[in-house]
């Protein structure tokens, strides 16, 4: 099942990145308790011009909602193949599924990422797009495509901290570096979505802020709206 076929277009190589620091002040004023450092990027004007475009939020599941997510995952993932020839070499060691029904205990974790990430009455899209990565895989950099995404995109990651790149497409010195840690949830938005690649990195090349972050195998558990 190639269920990132129409998702994903246009594939970046990753700039080499320069001039780092760790930036607060999202929304213009300061980040969350405990995610100051969740973020670094090129300048601290490139997050607040971004505001709440671009947030994580640590800790947003508990180790029982995970356990939860995984028992109804793991049967239906063990079957599959972890794939290392993407269609478009958008991704290297994957497996992936749909889910519309969830039991109790997930859906009511899907129902606080719903709350949290997207506005009241907001058409989202159907399924719950499943997307597990092994230890070895990676996402390229690329830009989803806005024909079947629409402005917001709000992820779960499950089972392993993890960094996310993001790039502005016509300006490569413009980035960020987002910490995503286990069983935290991170949204994008608007501009973030459409004007800035965004990639998950490879195990070796999972530094932040000068120090390592060890990537093991990754489950995002992502919800997505429907395009305007």
């Known amino acids: 099942m190639r269920l990132l076929l129409s998702m994903w277009t246009r594939l970046h190589r990753p700039p080499a990145l320069t001039g780092a620091r760790l930036c607060s002040g999202a929304r213009g004023g300061p980040l969350a308790a405990g995610e100051e450092t969740l973020i670094r990027c090129s300048s601290p004007d490139l997050l607040r011009a971004l505001g709440s475009q671009v ?59 719903r709350s949290v990430a997207f506005p ?24 989803d495509s806005v024909k079947f995404c629409g402005s917001t995109i709000a992820g779960l990651s499950l089972l392993s901290d993890s960094i996310m790149r993001l790039v502005r497409e016509d300006s490569k010195n413009h980035w960020l570096d987002l910490l995503l840690p286990r069983r935290s949830l991170y949204i994008l938005r608007d501009q973030a979505r459409f004007s800035f690649t965004h990639e998950i990195l490879k195990d070796e090349e999972s530094v932040f802020d000068g120090e390592r972050v060890p990537r093991q195998r990754r489950i995002s558990v992502i919800c997505r709206n429907l395009p305007d």
């Open 55 to 113: 947030e994580v939020k640590t800790a947003f599941i508990t180790e029982e909602e995970e356990a939860a997510l995984l028992g109804e995952l793991e049967p239906g993932l063990r079957k599959k193949r972890y794939e290392f020839n993407h269609w478009d070499d958008a991704i290297h060691g994957y497996r992936e599924t749909e889910r519309e029904r969830w039991g109790e205990a997930s859906e009511q974790v899907l129902s606080r990422v």
């Open 120 to 143: 009241e009455g907001c058409s989202l899209l159907g399924p719950v797009h499943v997307l597990d990565l092994d230890k070895t895989g990676y996402i390229k950099p690329h830009i």
